[in-house]
């Protein structure tokens, strides 16, 4: 069974930084794309990052290139957000995807992160 | 990046059928096949419900059937029942990127 379990969110401070896991379980994490994909409360879903096979190839939204950078463990099984520079309109829930071939087939439950002073 | 358009909300009875609509453009809906339908209930992840535009994964029911026509996208859930009600995604991609539209809230009413 595939598994994705998102750690690492919480309460940060304008400015601060938070770096978000995803463990992946019960399929060959190596050869799949990633994604992180966000959702303000109360708000849609909104693609934020990718990441190929390897790590040799990422892609970010406008709204979080140059502050947050995608990457994956393919021996921990884990992919990686590191986020910097946080700013209120970060705050949302953090889901991980997994790609199966131009769409998003399993989701984890997702990980809060709040940008608050 | 484009955007893909949906209605916001969307409503039937029990045993109706709804249609809900995803707009794109001629540089992502029209020219390929990779719609995906995505169903949200509150508080839970987004689960894949459709992809390639019409498939279906394992365990979905065929009560929902997805379509295109030109840069417009289709969901449609038939024989509606209570547990339907919930959020409901499109996606396309840019390249290699999804792309997400708004979203469209489904009332079961």
């Known amino acids: 069974e595939v598994q994705l379990v998102e750690s690492g969110g919480g309460l940060v401070q304008p400015g601060g930084s938070l770096r978000l896991s995803c463990a992946a379980s019960g399929f060959p994490f190596s050869n799949f794309w990633m994604h992180w994909v966000r959702q303000a409360p109360g708000k849609g879903l909104v693609w934020v990052a990718r990441?190929?096979?390897?790590?040799?190839?990422?892609s970010y939204a406008d709204s979080v290139k140059g502050r947050f950078t995608i990457s994956k463990d393919n021996v921990k099984n884990t992919l990686y957000l590191q986020m910097h520079n946080l700013r209120a309109e970060d705050t949302a829930v953090y889901f991980c995807?997994?790609?199966?071939?131009?769409?998003?087939?399993?989701w984890g439950r997702g990980t809060l992160v709040t940008v608050s002073s | 990046q484009s955007a893909l358009t949906q209605p916001p909300s969307a409503s039937g009875s029990p045993g109706q059928s709804v249609t809900i609509s995803c707009t794109g453009t001629s540089s992502d809906i029209a020219d390929y096949n990779y719609v995906s339908w995505y169903q949200q209930h509150p508080g839970r992840a987004p689960k894949l419900i459709i992809y390639e535009v019409s498939k279906r994964p394992s365990g979905v029911p065929d009560r929902f059937s997805g379509s295109k026509s030109g840069n417009t996208a289709s969901l449609t859930v038939s024989g509606l029942q209570t547990e339907d009600e919930a959020d409901y995604y499109c996606s396309s991609y840019i390249g290699t990127n999804p792309l997400i539209g708004g979203g469209t809230k489904l009332t079961v009413l």
């Open positions: 990441i190929n096979t390897d790590g040799s190839s990422t």
């Open positions: 995807a997994r790609d199966g071939d131009y769409t998003l087939d399993h």
